[in-house]
């Protein structure tokens, strides 16, 4: 067996369920053969938990060091207190291209979705530029938010996504906005990313859709699409749409994509209402850990660890809770480890 160079990477346990996946992952990496070197460093609550803060200046240095980092998920308070420190991390890092890629594993509602899913990571409403207005003795009486989207930034995610087309042989691309009521901010969305596709005219295709009817759409008839272009807000909503077409988000990977720094992680969140119970599926940061692997040059071991997910969830029927399975996170890393030492 040849030995692989060891790739000095970041590793945050995360919030919740983080750990428990994060675990998971690490044993199946390791027997897998992934030449990761870990570097573990906190973030979000656990940080803020630690040293009262959720984005350590280590954490940062860690991460800039490295250029690639696998993240557990973080939380956020709701409506008050610290900033999200995902949407931190992809300022911080320019991470501007969201790859959320859904891809049927195991047949259930729908059978045979193979969706890639790209998101503006850094612009829009998601940005959350907010605060409120006084009226009278009311301190919150009016709440504004407010987005922007630049040509820049829409012209840099859509030329992103219709070279990933091109280097994927996906065959076209559906720009998705809301260009009818919110004129100015998603119809320069439309409007750019429309002037990028006609550079790619001949290879890739392209339409557009109103978010509202993408979402019924993407029940009604999912076979349709092939790729999505969106702005960040409905990027984050409709890959949980996509996460529900194939299984819901115990298998749906993301990647945070930038310059210098690529940060992988599962598309959920902490799930606090499991988290602790040993029940976590942890196959969306496996797979999120196979797209890093394709990432540093390792295409054949990512392969290798779907094929393996695979045959551990269809041919073993070893599946956890979320799947319909009586399988822990336990029990199902040892199913997959099994299968990846007798390949
Ligand atoms: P969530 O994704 O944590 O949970 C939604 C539902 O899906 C829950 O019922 C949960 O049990 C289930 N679920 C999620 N992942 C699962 C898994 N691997 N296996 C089995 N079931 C799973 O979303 P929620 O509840 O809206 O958010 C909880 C916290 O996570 C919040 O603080 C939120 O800000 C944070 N969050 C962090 C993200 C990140 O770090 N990238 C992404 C989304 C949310």
């Not at 973030?43 to 350590?56: K, L, Q, R, S, Y």
Request: aromatic residues 6%; neutral net charge.
């Amino acid at each position: 067996m040849t030995t692989l160079n060891p790739i000095p990477t970041t590793l945050i346990p995360g919030d919740g369920i983080g750990p428990e996946v994060v675990k998971a992952t690490i044993a199946v990496l390791e027997a897998l053969g992934a030449p990761f070197k870990w570097e573990t460093q906190l973030a979000g609550m656990a940080a803020f938990n630690a040293c009262g803060d959720p984005m350590p200046p280590a954490l940062i240095d860690s991460i800039r060091k490295n250029g690639l980092a696998l993240k557990g998920p973080l939380s956020t308070p709701i409506g008050e207190g610290f900033r999200s420190a995902n949407v931190r991390l992809r300022e911080t890092f320019g991470l501007y291209a969201n790859v959320r890629p859904a891809l049927t594993i195991v047949p259930g509602r729908f059978d045979k979705i193979d969706i890639v899913l790209i998101r503006e990571n850094l612009e829009g409403f998601y940005v959350a530029h907010e605060h409120y207005l006084p009226v009278g003795d009311d301190p919150r009486a009016v709440a504004l938010s407010s987005g922007a989207n630049t040509r820049v930034g829409i012209n840099r995610i859509a030329r992103y996504a219709f070279e990933y087309a091109v280097k994927h042989g996906r065959k076209k691309i559906t720009i998705v906005h809301k260009a009818n009521v919110l004129k100015v901010l998603t119809g320069l969305f439309l409007e750019e990313a429309r002037n990028v596709a006609r550079e790619y005219e001949g290879r890739v295709a392209v339409d557009d859709r109103i978010v509202d009817a993408c979402a019924m759409q993407l029940v009604l008839n999912p076979w349709q699409f092939d790729m999505l272009l969106c702005s960040n807000l409905f990027g984050d909503i409709l890959s949980d749409e996509l996460a529900g077409l194939v299984g819901g988000l115990g298998l749906a990977p993301g990647a945070n994509i930038g310059k210098d720094v690529a940060i992988f992680e599962a598309v959920h969140g902490t799930a606090p209402d499991i988290a602790g119970k040993g029940i976590a599926n942890p196959i969306s940061l496996l797979l999120a850990s196979g797209l890093m692997l394709d990432h540093v040059g390792h295409p054949e071991l990512a392969t290798r660890l779907r094929t393996a997910i695979d045959l551990t969830l269809n041919q073993d029927n070893v599946k956890t809770t979320d799947l319909g399975g009586k399988a822990t996170t336990v029990a199902f890393t040892e199913a997959l480890v099994k299968r990846l030492k007798s390949a």
